[in-house]
């Protein structure tokens, strides 16, 4: 997966695969990568990868922009992923939507069918989307503004003594070890 990662997503789809059945397709900058996993399990797999609590995430921006379902992704500040609908699913538990990085979309166009649209990703490919082009420039919006509270967001950075850790050779006391223990009630009272 970090291979992938590395190469820099595109789109995560997922497709129908002759003899191979439900997958995923991956577009990256360089090329297209199938993985014979459900778009559910990569989609897991990259959030274990970016340690995203997808939950919590779904949770906290389904609220903030009050979607019940598929809220975009925000793997990191400049990897936000929004969902389209990518297929018409053929099976029970086969997932329909895939998710688009909305820093690789270039241009969005309706089709001759009202309920289709296209989506122009910035190396020139091409995706078709079963959602018109309206639906697929609310979910971009929403991304932006999921965009916007990760720009201005101040999270805040651990700072230590550096003698703390020069002195890891010594014997931890039972004051030391108080007051360890103390921290961490003072901690616990606060969440």
Same mark, same amino acid.
């Given at each position: 997966?970090?291979?992938?990662?590395?190469?820099?997503?595109?789109?995560?789809? =997922? /497709?129908?695969?002759?003899?191979?059945?439900?997958?995923?397709?991956?577009?990256?900058?360089?090329?297209? /990568?199938?993985?014979?996993?459900?778009?559910?399990?990569?989609?897991? %797999?990259?959030?274990?990868?970016?340690?995203?609590?997808?939950?919590?995430?779904?949770?906290?921006?389904?609220?903030?922009?009050?979607?019940?379902?598929? =809220?975009?992704?925000?793997?990191?500040? %400049? *990897?936000?992923?929004? =969902?389209? +609908?990518?297929?018409? =699913?053929?099976? +029970?538990?086969?997932?329909?939507?895939?998710?688009?990085?909305?820093?690789?979309?270039? %241009?969005? $166009? *309706?089709?001759?069918?009202?309920?289709? $649209?296209?989506?122009?990703?910035?190396?020139?490919?091409?995706?078709?989307?079963?959602?018109?082009?309206?639906?697929?420039?609310?979910? @971009?919006?929403?991304?932006? /503004?999921? +965009?916007?509270?990760?720009? %201005? *967001?101040?999270?805040?950075?651990?700072?230590?003594?550096?003698?703390?850790?020069?002195?890891?050779?010594?014997?931890?006391?039972?004051?030391? @070890?108080?007051?360890?223990?103390?921290?961490?009630?003072?901690?616990? $009272?606060?969440?």
């Amino acid at each position: 997966m970090k291979r992938i990662i590395e190469k820099g997503i595109q789109a995560i789809l =997922p /497709v129908y695969v002759k003899d191979r059945g439900n997958c995923t397709v991956i577009y990256t900058k360089e090329d297209e /990568v199938i993985l014979d996993k459900t778009i559910k399990t990569t989609i897991l %797999n990259l959030c274990k990868y970016y340690h995203l609590d997808l939950k919590a995430s779904n949770e906290t921006y389904g609220k903030l922009l009050s979607i019940k379902k598929y =809220p975009p992704i925000p793997f990191t500040y %400049n *990897q936000i992923f929004i =969902p389209i +609908k990518a297929r018409i =699913p053929i099976g +029970k538990h086969d997932g329909a939507y895939g998710y688009v990085n909305i820093n690789s979309i270039e %241009n969005i $166009s *309706q089709t001759k069918s009202k309920d289709h $649209s296209l989506l122009y990703l910035s190396d020139k490919r091409t995706i078709e989307v079963y959602s018109k082009d309206t639906t697929v420039l609310k979910s @971009i919006s929403k991304g932006e /503004v999921i +965009k916007k509270i990760l720009a %201005n *967001q101040n999270t805040p950075m651990i700072h230590e003594e550096e003698n703390l850790y020069l002195a890891e050779e010594k014997v931890a006391t039972k004051k030391d @070890i108080a007051m360890v223990y103390k921290e961490i009630m003072r901690i616990k $009272s606060i969440l």
